[in-house]
């Protein structure tokens, strides 16, 4: 786990890595049952199975407890999206765009508290990082990747993406009011804008699959 949330200290053990991991699932469950206001730190303790006070040892609020399940999230949202870029083969480096919004749709439907949280916008569009947008920070680690796996040309590619994740975030959002499970024909539009917006900002003849 890759916590870097204002914690009153870090688990070292085992055992007490455990128990954190525990309060983070108890907090995602409970914001799915009762949304972010209806979550308190004695109902995540309750349902953890774990003192109150064994969660004020490590978290100094509830906000805290939240920014570390929403920067788990994004943290294994990268591991699985850095597996699927080893092993897919991709026609062309859109398709690695495409790939980004499908995890996103999975991890929407699957994951506790996912889809009421997101990547934190929900709750503060600067939770991710003191002083950065939510969508700057994820861009700054999805730049990191694709340039990994494809031969991006240079320029400002962390505005661009922030740019592609502020639009595409907004339509799948009305992908998933229209449908809970996300309207697929709205999610295909999500697709449409990215793909048209990155095609006029990267150079299609030099980006390709390393």
């Not at 639009?167 to 996300?182: C, I, M, T, Y």
Request: net charge neutral; glycine share 6%.
């Amino acid at each position: 786990m890759s916590i870097t949330a204002p914690l009153r200290r870090r688990p070292v053990q085992q055992r007490s890595a455990q128990r954190v991991e525990r309060m983070l699932d108890a907090c995602a469950e409970l914001i799915d049952e009762h949304g972010y206001d209806g979550v308190t730190t004695t109902l995540i303790a309750e349902r953890a199975g774990v003192a109150v006070g064994s969660l004020y040892q490590f978290f100094p609020d509830k906000r805290a407890v939240v920014q570390a399940l929403t920067l788990r999230n994004l943290e294994r949202f990268l591991e699985n999206l850095e597996a699927r870029f080893r092993t897919a083969r991709f026609t062309h480096w859109w398709d690695g765009f495409d790939a980004i919004i499908d995890l996103y749709m999975e991890m929407n439907r699957e994951v506790p508290g996912f889809g009421r949280l997101h990547f934190g916008d929900a709750i503060d569009v600067r939770l991710l990082e003191p002083g950065r947008d939510n969508s700057a920070v994820i861009a700054d680690r999805l730049a990191q990747l694709l340039t990994q796996h494809f031969k991006l040309p240079g320029g400002d590619l962390v505005l661009t993406l922030t740019v592609a994740i502020e639009a595409s975030e907004a339509v799948l959002d009305l992908a998933f009011r229209r449908n809970p499970q996300g309207d697929p024909v709205l999610v295909n539009e999500a697709k449409h804008l990215v793909r048209g917006y990155l095609s006029s900002r990267i150079d299609s003849s030099r980006a390709e699959k390393r």
